[in-house]
């Protein structure tokens, strides 16, 4: 699945389960790492935007960061910029409640709304 931001079109790859810490805080916790694509199909150099959540059980997940060992170059914010015709991957982080129960990464813009589900086990 993919969402077309005004010519940039988001599509998530995958998740993975990987070693994190909250944002503020050290404590290590299990976390999932999502991997977006973007591409810029628009006519100027822009930035990635829009709304995802990853949820849990039905609860949003909060953002976190993954460990040095986890930590790749991919890690960005998801207002990463893309230039005119670039295609890049980028990634979050976001802190697990559990490993057991799937995750579920949503897009959401008020105006329409889907979403994928990946088992984290």
């Avoid at 079109?9 to 790492?33: A, Y």
């Avoid at 990463?80 to 982080?93: C, D, M, N």
């Amino acid at each position: 699945d993919e969402v077309d931001f005004s010519g940039i079109l988001v599509k998530v790859i995958g998740c993975e389960v990987i070693k994190g810490t909250p944002w503020i805080g050290n404590d290590e916790c299990d976390c999932v790492r999502v991997t977006y694509e973007a591409t810029n199909n628009s006519d100027a150099d822009t930035s990635v935007g829009g709304y995802f959540s990853v949820m849990q059980d039905g609860v949003g997940l909060q953002l976190g960061v993954p460990t040095s060992e986890y930590a790749i170059d991919t890690d960005t914010e998801i207002t990463a910029p893309v230039a005119k015709g670039e295609t890049i991957q980028y990634s979050l982080t976001y802190l697990l409640y559990n490993t057991e129960s799937p995750v579920m990464v949503v897009y959401d813009d008020y105006s329409d709304r889907y979403g994928m589900t990946f088992d984290v086990k």
